[in-house]
């Protein structure tokens, strides 16, 4: 662990976070609203954050299924994709019921 100024601003900005959590960070963070990809790409430097999106469409948190949607970037001038996520909630009667 990082002691001093940087160690400071690395847990304030996720520092140790592997790429997958600090997308989903970020997404959380809007959820349902939408992220334009370049967020991932050109601040944070995840080259790869296509596959890390489709990897945590597959996750379950906290018993919400996750739903990411994404569709052409119109906040921008360039080709890249924006995501949105959004939690669906469980359907707990059908779940009680039997």
Known sequence: MMVGIIGIVLNIVGGDMTDRETIKNILFR?????????VFLRDHF????AQRISEIKHDNYNGFKIEIQGKKCDMHD????????????PD???????
């Open 30 to 38: 809007n959820e349902d609203n939408w992220v334009c990809s370049s």
């Open 92 to 98: 707990y009667e059908r779940n009680t019921l039997f």
């Open 78 to 89: 360039h080709r890249l994709y924006m995501y949105k996520l959004s939690r669906e909630m």
């Open 46 to 49: 995840i080259k790869d954050y």
